[in-house]
């Protein structure tokens, strides 16, 4: 079975600096994976997925995440951070075959100082 | 296009009592999701409806059921309520099996137990 780690369970970054948010994944085979942000009380918004291809993956608001194989990471990234991006970020691991089970990592939550 | 909607947004219901939550997938997908957010617990995959039949279950005791209507929406009923099932319950929904599996989530549904 698939697991996801975040290891950071809280991160805190100033506006304007850069932003990683690490992803692992235990996975048998190539994963679907997915970076999921949640405003608080919210549902999640997909930021990003990867099926195959490009291992470089743009996403919306600015974000982007890399798929390292060898690694088993998937993180996310921004270059700038505004403080309109302080939420929780789920990464998640889908199976490729039918079953479309996904299991979501911990989460990473992100503060932003002024 | 409508993305997912839940209803109610919040509920609030005492212990022994049931509730009955409900999701409208993105027009066009088949298959929906329930996952629980409680508090400090992450995302805990719930059920999974395909077709109108339930397809997979998370590690949850049978007092939590639902169904997927002809219409491909679905309801989450849970019965017997416990204080711990207060959480915030996400519905998502996805595309028929063999195209992306990306799961879109609902604002989710609030329930609090008294």
């Known amino acids: 079975a698939q697991s996801v780690t975040q290891p950071d369970i809280h991160i805190t970054v100033s506006e304007g600096a850069s932003l990683e948010l690490r992803c692992n994944y235990s996975?048998?085979?190539?994963?679907?994976l997915f970076w999921y942000v949640q405003s608080p009380g919210q549902g999640l918004q997909l930021l990003l997925k990867y099926f195959s291809g490009d291992t470089l993956v743009q996403g919306i608001k600015g974000f982007e995440a890399e798929f390292k194989r060898s690694q088993s990471s998937f993180n996310l990234r921004k270059p700038s951070v505004h403080w309109s991006d302080a939420a929780e970020y789920f990464c998640a691991v889908g199976e490729r075959n039918y079953g479309q089970n996904f299991v979501f990592g911990p989460g990473t939550r992100l503060s932003v100082l002024p | 296009e409508a993305g997912v909607t839940q209803s109610p947004t919040h509920l609030i219901k005492t212990r022994g009592q049931q509730a009955t939550l409900r999701c409208s997938p993105i027009?066009?997908?088949?298959?929906v999701y329930w996952y629980q957010q409680a508090l400090g617990l992450g995302l805990q995959f719930l059920l999974w409806?395909?077709?109108?039949?339930?397809?997979n279950r998370g590690n949850f005791p049978p007092r939590f059921s639902g169904r997927q209507f002809p219409n491909y929406s679905s309801e989450l009923n849970v019965n017997a309520l416990e204080l711990e099932d207060s959480a915030l319950y996400l519905c998502a929904s996805s595309a028929p099996s063999g195209r992306q599996d990306t799961q879109y989530f609902g604002p989710g549904t609030r329930l609090t137990v008294l």
């Open positions: 996975y048998g085979a190539t994963p679907y």
């Open positions: 409806y395909d077709e109108g039949e339930e397809r």
């Open positions: 027009s066009g997908h088949t298959s």
